[in-house]
Nanobody
Framework: EVQLVESGGGLVQAGGSLRLSCAGSGFTFDDHVIGWFRQAPGKEREGVSYINNLDGSSTSYADSVKRRFTITSDNAKNTVYLQMNNLIPGNTAIYYC???????????????????????WGQGTRVTVSS
């Protein structure tokens, strides 16, 4: 059974930092792209960032989080991290971890940072940024 478990959310003041963790199990971690998405109240789910565990270096970020958020992966621990710095109230949302295969048969597939591209989802962790 595939599982993605997020942790690290909480309440932080504007300008502060949080590090989210996503622990995966039940699938071949090294062959998957792991992404972070968020959904604020009344808004659609949007992509934040992803990392390709197949090469360990390919990443993608939403423009709004570039230079403030950093995604990393520890394949030995089957865990992906999202370091979020200089948080603003607009970053308040439930943050979800998601995974999708990047090696499909003999081909390599590079997904877009879109929720429909990702097959497996965690339950989410809440991030609240106060002003």
């Amino acid at each position: 059974e595939v599982q993605l478990v997020e942790s690290g959310g909480g309440l932080v003041q504007a300008g502060g930092s949080l590090r989210l963790s996503c622990a995966g199990s039940g699938f071949t971690f090294d062959d998957h792209v792991i992404g972070w998405f968020r959904q604020a109240p009344g808004k659609e789910r949007e992509g934040v960032s992803y990392i390709n565990n197949l090469d360990g270096s390919s990443t993608s970020y939403a423009d709004s989080v570039k230079r403030r958020f950093t995604i990393t992966s520890d394949n030995a621990k089957n865990t992906v991290y999202l370091q979020m710095n200089n948080l603003i109230p607009g970053n308040t949302a439930i943050y979800y971890c998601a995974a999708t295969a990047t090696r499909v048969g003999g081909a390599i597939y590079v997904p877009l940072l879109r929720s429909y591209e990702f097959k497996y989802w965690g339950q989410g962790t809440r991030v609240t940024v106060s002003s």
